[in-house]
């Protein structure tokens, strides 16, 4: 069955460095997104992703962050200075076709310390 | 814009009971509504998904919940809990853009005790 993949599962870093979070998107899919989940609190959108550009990004989503589909496959996330709150889990999702109703696919995250 | 309210943080269960977590949402059209689960270390699950028809749909893993636009709900319940299903479990909304990113409850954590 496929599946979205993530990598690292677990990454630390340093405050102010820049992290590069990996995801491989159902082959077929057309759609990509990026969640975080702050230990204990409810997942939050950042951004989504179609056609090679954002189609919405959340007010969390600010200029620290970019995201890149490099090579058709892969889809990062990075964080070019990392702060004490960015620590939280990362979720990788995508969908296929266009419709409300296709589902969200997730990965099974990156969880983010950041020291 | 649309939110889902999950009022439950913790549920504790036994096994063999039944189960309902609650989930109410706020958005003035038809929303679609899911219900993902989420295990220890895990990623998101879909459980069940609504749209539009029978207000009563049938997901994975025994699950099942049921739409009430009266009562602007989304409950998922479970005849008979088993001890695997020990998650967190999130309630979301769906932002009818085009973009259609999801919105989260805060999720009910439920326990199940032997």
């Given at each position: 069955?496929?599946?979205?993949?993530?990598?690292?599962?677990?990454?630390?870093?340093?405050?102010?460095?820049?992290?590069?979070?990996?995801?491989?998107?159902?082959?077929?899919?057309?759609?990509?997104?990026?969640?975080?989940?702050?230990?204990?609190?409810?997942?939050?959108f950042?951004?989504?992703?179609?056609?090679?550009?954002?189609?919405?990004?959340?007010?969390?989503?600010?200029?620290?962050?970019?995201?890149?589909?490099?090579?058709?496959?892969?889809?990062?996330?990075?964080i070019?200075?990392?702060?004490?709150?960015?620590?939280?889990?990362?979720?990788?999702?995508?969908?296929?076709?266009?419709?409300?109703?296709?589902?969200?696919?997730?990965?099974?995250?990156t969880?983010?310390?950041?020291? | 814009?649309?939110?889902?309210?999950?009022?439950?943080?913790?549920?504790?269960?036994?096994?063999?009971?039944?189960?309902?977590?609650?989930?109410?949402?706020?958005?003035?059209?038809?929303?679609?509504l899911?219900?993902?689960?989420?295990?220890?270390?895990?990623?998101?699950?879909?459980?069940?998904?609504?749209?539009?028809?029978?207000?009563?749909?049938?997901?994975?893993?025994?699950?099942?919940?049921?739409?009430?636009?009266?009562?602007?709900?989304?409950?998922?319940?479970?005849?008979?809990?088993?001890?695997?299903?020990?998650?967190?479990?999130?309630?979301?909304?769906?932002?009818?853009?085009?973009?259609?990113?999801?919105?989260?409850?805060?999720?009910t954590?439920?326990?199940?005790?032997?």
């Amino acid at each position: 069955e496929p599946e979205v993949t993530q990598t690292p599962s677990h990454q630390v870093t340093q405050m102010g460095q820049e992290v590069i979070l990996r995801c491989v998107p159902i082959s077929n899919h057309l759609y990509f997104y990026w969640y975080r989940q702050i230990l204990g609190q409810k997942v939050e959108f950042l951004v989504s992703f179609y056609n090679n550009e954002i189609s919405e990004k959340s007010e969390i989503f600010d200029d620290q962050f970019s995201v890149e589909r490099p090579d058709g496959s892969n889809f990062t996330l990075k964080i070019r200075s990392t702060k004490l709150e960015d620590s939280a889990m990362y979720f990788c999702a995508s969908r296929g076709g266009q419709g409300n109703f296709n589902e969200q696919f997730f990965g099974p995250g990156t969880r983010l310390t950041v020291l | 814009a649309q939110s889902v309210t999950q009022p439950d943080i913790h549920i504790t269960v036994s096994e063999g009971a039944s189960l309902e977590l609650r989930c109410n949402y706020s958005y003035g059209a038809t929303p679609y509504l899911f219900w993902y689960v989420q295990s220890p270390g895990q990623g998101l699950q879909l459980l069940l998904k609504y749209f539009s028809g029978d207000t009563l749909v049938q997901g994975i893993k025994g699950f099942e919940a049921e739409f009430k636009r009266s009562q602007s709900s989304f409950n998922l319940r479970k005849p008979s809990v088993h001890w695997s299903d020990a998650a967190e479990y999130f309630c979301a909304v769906i932002n009818t853009g085009t973009a259609s990113k999801l919105t989260f409850g805060t999720g009910t954590r439920l326990q199940v005790t032997l």
